[in-house]
């Protein structure tokens, strides 16, 4: 029997169950321990292949009904977005009270990404997709502050746009190929029509919305910056792996085809624009949150540019630095969210935590310097062969505004380090930082992916090694039309 469903039914089930026991504090607080451990396994429990169900049959030789595909990348892609996700529950565990309410939106977004993730049906991908942006609207709203709200209305309503594009889009591929499952869709996309080409437009401004690229970068940007901070670390996990999962649709679809050219440069020329973006406004900011959110749209630029390139070496890069992205941004956040329960997010008025909480001091420069580039971590590893990606299609330009991107991120990490943990304060704020307590599961959780950062920086291969028969796939596709 497969289990492979379970993937996304079980976080939708637990949602409900939570949502309903909002309020009984010790029960929530033991039953988001117990999903937080059950997540992790979810990605190990299916069996590699396509799957169908909800009335699939073959009919005029195409394939009907709700189809997932299942392989070693999306396996990979899963447990890393499951791994965050538990760790971002346990540390929602350590607030004053325990929140039903953000543990159900959670993992609402869990299953509604995954499914995403796995699904090689247009419409099902759309259904997800929606509710995904409905989770992450939902998680900035617990918040409960009003620019969170404000925050979470303009993301909505650009949603409404966005989403309805998409949906579009999905219509005018089905007018076009008569059928919605992405496996036999490519077949029929040889013949270009204005069905198409209007399909795939509605298909890259779906892409742009859910991830966070231009033009949709400024409302996902105060998205993260106005959420609690460990709540921006699992929405920034959604937006990169919602990123994969669309770029992925799009080169399996288009790849290789005359008309696809002006996209590809498109979408090339708006990754840049995201990298170069997210790096000057993060260097303007005196709100420590509102610079991780800026590098959040930042590195989701390098993610997009990698797929982009769509050679096999520019997918695994791609897909690769989501995975370190997630990873140490997470990280990143994670740490913000315990300098926040000290002393909140203006630089200005931080300072002199290092003697207070060294450890935690040490984890998060080593996710500063994973976001650099620098080694022995994660980030250089995924640059690196982005870097190599680039120069391999000729496109040495490209690695080289990666590598500037790179620098000012490393110049606006360590001045943030420096105004937070080692810039001089008085005794009397000290006294202050020592009154308040944070929390030992974010310290956890932090440690865990600091471990990763290093392990990942070390042994990429543990990763890299089984992204590539996906991405050799998808290119071995095209290379057969």
């Known amino acids: 029997m497969n289990f ?23 029960v929530v607080r033991f039953l988001t321990f117990l999903v937080a451990l059950a997540l992790i396994i979810l990605p190990f429990i299916g069996e590699y292949g396509f799957y169908y169900f909800s009335g699939h049959g073959i009919e005029n030789g195409l394939i009907s009904g709700i189809a997932y595909l299942f392989n070693q990348t999306k396996q990979v892609i899963i447990f890393t977005l499951m ?22 939106l959670t993992l609402m977004g869990l299953a509604s990404v995954s499914a995403v993730v796995l699904s090689d049906d247009l419409f099902n991908l759309y259904v997800f997709y929606e509710i995904a942006a409905i989770a992450q609207t939902g998680l900035v709203i617990a918040s409960g502050t009003e620019r969170a709200y404000k925050a979470a209305f303009r993301y909505m ?27 036999d869709m490519r077949n029929a996309l040889l013949n270009a029509n204005p069905m198409i080409y209007g399909g795939l437009l509605m298909l ?59 996209t590809h440069g498109a979408l090339i020329a708006l990754s840049i624009f995201g990298m170069v973006f997210g790096v000057v406004m993060a260097l303007m900011q005196s709100d420590y949150r ?13 993610v997009a540019a990698g797929l982009a390139l769509g050679t096999p070496l520019g ?46 001091a040490f984890m998060v420069l080593c996710a500063k310097l994973a976001i650099s580039g620098v ?3 994660n980030g250089f590893q995924s640059k690196w062969m982005l870097a190599q990606a680039a120069m391999q299609v000729n496109m040495p330009e490209l690695a080289i505004i990666m590598i500037i991107v790179s620098i000012g991120t490393f110049v606006s990490m360590m001045k943030a380090f420096y105004l937070i943990y080692l810039k001089p304060c008085s005794e009397e704020q000290i006294n202050e930082y020592k009154s308040r307590e944070v929390s030992k599961l974010a310290i ?22 089984k992204l590539y028969p996906y991405a050799y796939e998808i290119g071995r596709t095209w290379a057969l039309k």
């Open 290 to 302: 509102k610079l991780l959110a800026y590098h959040a749209i930042s590195q989701g630029g390098y």
């Open 157 to 183: 309503l650009m949603g409404c746009v966005a989403g309805s594009l998409l949906l579009l889009g999905v219509a005018f591929l089905l007018s076009a190929t008569g059928t919605l499952n992405i496996t």
């Open 4 to 26: 492979l469903p379970l993937i996304v039914v079980f976080p939708l089930m637990m949602a409900i169950i939570l949502n309903y026991l909002h309020g009984k504090d010790k």
């Open 83 to 104: 791994l965050i996700g538990s760790l971002v529950l346990i540390t929602g565990m350590g607030e004053k009270h325990a929140n039903g309410m953000f543990t159900a």
């Open 444 to 465: 956890f959780s932090l440690g865990i992916l600091t471990f990763l950062c290093i392990l990942l920086g070390i042994y990429p291969d543990i990763v890299v090694e």
């Open 315 to 360: 997918i695994v890069a791609g897909i690769f630095h989501a995975i370190n992205h997630v990873i140490y941004k997470s990280a990143l956040f994670l740490g913000a969210y315990i300098v926040h329960k000290k002393k909140g997010s203006n630089l200005a008025k931080l300072g002199g935590l290092l003697p207070l909480m060294p450890s935690v």
């Open 375 to 377: 080694p022995p971590f």
């Open 204 to 262: 890259v401004i779906g892409l742009t919305y859910g991830s966070g690229l231009p033009p949709f970068h400024t409302v996902k940007a105060d998205l993260y910056a106005r959420a609690k901070p460990f709540i921006a670390a699992m929405l920034q996990t959604y937006s990169k792996f919602v990123l994969v999962a669309m770029m992925l649709v799009l080169l399996k679809l288009f790849y290789g085809l005359p008309y696809f050219t002006t």
